[in-house]
């Protein structure tokens, strides 16, 4: 097997938001903001090169989107999905599996782009299945209002409409070994319903994508929560939960949306888990 990061490209959201209600005086410690009170994010993406399959985890937002829509995300960098997969030796049509952790724009938006005569919409990888699950599959196409402005019915109906999607089959367990994909997945609801965080043993270290479990280093301890989560006092038990096992567990947690950190360990303290280690995923991976 061998892993390599994708990133789909970089955009800034507000601090605020990515923090709740955590004054701005301790977490842009962590998260420095510019002017306008926005922070970093990246849109990380993980690739697993495993025989004859290349699996995608995620996909980032996309290019299709107006430039209204793009104005409010302040993009920067010069980092695409395209140019990404390239620098790696591969091409979108190469992807066999595309895993996406939740329907989220930004994580799901890269899967469908516009057709060549900008008529109406594709998938943007042509042979490769496209996982979600029954449960989320269901809450994103009856959004709530509150998560509505996420979940984009250009990201989601055209997957349905392909005969591409297919569903991760579940046990009722929060945790389980995807048999269809071979790596563990670990379902949370504290962010949106059912989403999913994949857990992969490679060379020995247990290597997780953390999606919106824990976006970025600097929301480690337990009451760094984003403000978009529909259920932050069950994300406040998901988390030690979760940083509990990984700080007993060594497990390396791989970052999607920290633009300056890849990959931390955690580590137990007086004062809780906290961040331990910070690695390139070139040092990790290979």
């Not at 609801?189 to 857990?199: A, D, L, S, Y």
Request: hydrophobic fraction near 40%.
């Amino acid at each position: 097997m061998n892993l390599h990061p994708i990133n789909a490209g970089n955009f800034k959201l507000d601090g605020g938001a990515m923090f709740g209600v955590v004054p701005k005086v301790l977490w842009n410690k962590t998260n420095p903001a510019d002017e306008k009170n926005l922070i970093d994010i990246a849109a990380r993406c993980l690739l697993i090169e495993e025989g004859d399959r290349l699996i995608l985890i995620d996909s980032g937002m996309g290019d299709k989107q107006s430039e209204k829509f793009f104005s409010h995300y302040s993009l920067w960098g010069n980092d695409s999905l395209d140019t990404s997969l390239k620098a790696k030796g591969f091409h979108r049509d190469d992807v066999t599996d595309v895993f996406i952790t939740h329907l989220h724009f930004d994580h799901c938006g890269g899967v469908v782009q516009w057709n060549k005569a900008r008529t109406g919409y594709e998938l943007a990888f042509k042979n490769a299945r496209i996982w979600s699950n029954e449960e989320h599959w269901q809450w994103a196409t009856q959004p709530n209002a509150r998560e509505k402005a996420s979940f984009l019915s250009e990201n989601i109906m055209p997957i349905q409409e392909s005969g591409q999607l297919n569903f991760i089959s579940r046990s009722g367990t929060s945790f389980q070994k995807s048999t269809e994909l071979g790596f563990g997945v670990l379902f949370v609801n504290g962010h949106t319903e059912k989403q999913m965080i994949p857990h992969i043993e490679h060379k020995g270290k247990t290597i997780v994508f953390m999606a919106d479990l824990l976006p970025t280093a600097g929301h480690v301890p337990l009451p760094y929560v984003m403000g978009y989560d529909t259920r932050p006092l069950l994300t406040l038990d998901e988390k030690k939960l979760f940083l509990d096992n990984a700080a007993t567990n060594g497990w390396y947690l791989f970052l999607q949306h920290d633009a300056h950190n890849e990959i931390i360990t955690v580590q137990h303290t007086q004062k809780g888990v906290r961040l331990k280690e910070v690695f390139t995923c070139h040092e990790i991976f290979n």
